[in-house]
């Protein structure tokens, strides 16, 4: 197990900026899958974005998030831009630990330790 801690939420206006950091411990972080996800109110944990191996990820929502991690700072990042309200929601990182940085998955279940959450919240 790691454990993570996410930080950069907050509550921002339809169209601002943020980046969500996610510190991980110990000195295995360069070894795992690391993923973002999301839950908003009343709804199920949803995936938003992962990477493995490289220092960027793919683009997620249309272009307006991007994933990206610095290993020796043993930190994933979420930088989102263009927030709309929807995207209001808890975000959480998570690490896959089990299967390996190429393993690419959006479950849930593949993925072994999470972060407490931030909150994202936007207003119109």
């Known amino acids: 197990q790691v454990q993570l801690i996410e930080s950069g939420g907050g509550s921002v206006q339809t169209g601002d900026s943020l980046r969500l950091s996610c510190t991980a411990s110990?000195?295995?972080?360069?070894?795992?899958?690391m993923g973002w996800f999301r839950q908003a109110p009343g709804k199920e944990r949803e995936f938003v974005a992962g990477?493995?191996?490289?220092?960027t990820g793919a683009e997620s929502e249309e272009g307006r998030f991007t994933i990206s991690r610095d290993n020796a700072k043993n930190t994933v990042y979420l930088q989102m831009n263009s927030l709309k309200p929807e995207d209001t929601a808890v975000y959480y990182c998570?690490?896959?630990?089990?299967?390996?940085?190429?393993?690419?998955?959006?479950?849930?279940?593949?993925?072994?330790?999470w972060g407490q959450g931030t909150q994202v919240t936007v207003s119109s």
């Open positions: 998570a690490a896959d630990i089990n299967r390996g940085i190429f393993h690419y998955t959006r479950s849930i279940k593949d993925y072994d330790s």
């Open positions: 110990g000195h295995t972080f360069s070894r795992h899958y």
């Open positions: 990477i493995g191996a490289g220092t």
